[in-house]
């Protein structure tokens, strides 16, 4: 999987995502569980965008990301911002040399590009071992409604003057997965041609039970398990679970 050009995109195609929200109930579930340090680690940052706001809100961010790309963009953001915020190149599956964090969070659905269970797993006994006692895990993944309805055999359009895409979902090999077709034209403002970037992307996604025990097996207690940015019980047509742990 690419994100070279896709790095560079993505802030674009992600202009409209409810970032605000994801910051708001972040803060939410630390009054509610009563978590006073700021000491927070964004895994699978990608362009920063979370980041930045975290840090904006007083949090002492650090920012981890297995794209190259996706970090250089995060870092110039920071920079120009006049935001410091220390970003590494690393998986979440090995968080080795990491320190402690008060709040470790995996946003904007990035754990269903995980492909194994073996792999969710092991990120979240990672992220045990780096959260402080008593600190917290959030993180959302698509539901298996939104994969099956909302993805799959679907074809996603953009015709804008800069920037045009088409976008295929595909049913993954794997349950509960799906496999993404993208191609990207971009103009080129010298030439006044358009350049293609292809970009393929996979993504799984597991029942809320599974995910559930997961976290229990890790070390975690689960502490609440809602959709949609609310204080709800996920639907059959949900299509973002959020989950709220705390280290043991």
């Known amino acids: 999987m690419s994100y070279e050009q896709f790095a560079y995109l993505y802030d674009e195609l992600m202009k409209d995502a409810p ?12 009054v509610k569980y009563e978590v006073t340090g700021i000491r927070l ?3 699978a940052c990608g362009t920063g ?3 930045i706001r975290f840090a904006d809100e007083g949090f002492q961010v650090t920012g981890v990301d297995l794209s190259s790309d996706m970090l250089a963009v995060a870092q110039a953001k920071a920079e120009s911002k006049g935001v410091h915020i220390p970003f590494f190149e690393q998986n979440m599956i090995d968080l080795e040399g990491q320190g402690q964090f008060d709040l470790i969070g995996i946003f904007c659905d990035s754990l269903n ?5 073996e792999e969710v797993k092991e990120t979240f006994s ?10 917290l895990f959030m ?4 539901s298996i409604y939104k994969i099956a309805h909302g993805f799959i055999d679907q074809t996603f359009a953009l015709n804008d003057e800069r920037l045009c895409y ?3 979902s595909f049913s993954g090999e794997n349950k509960y997965s799906v ?7 971009v103009l080129d403002e010298l030439s006044g041609k358009y350049d293609r970037y292809d970009e393929f992307h996979y993504q799984r996604t597991y029942p809320v039970e599974q995910y559930s025990n997961w976290l229990i097996e890790a070390g975690f207690e689960l502490l609440e398990v809602c959709a949609d940015f609310k204080s709800i019980l996920p639907e059959p047509e949900s299509e973002r679970i959020f989950f709220v742990a705390r280290k043991k």
């Open 166 to 168: 088409i976008w295929n």
């Open 113 to 117: 590009y995980l492909q194994t269970e």
């Open 41 to 43: 680690l964004d895994l």
């Open 49 to 51: 965008e979370l980041s």
């Open 126 to 135: 990672s992220v045990c071992q780096h959260v402080t006692p008593n600190g």
């Open 19 to 30: 970032y605000n929200e994801w910051v708001r109930f972040v803060k939410e579930k630390l």
């Open 179 to 185: 496999e993404h077709d993208l191609s990207f034209f």
């Open 139 to 142: 993180f959302d993944v698509h």
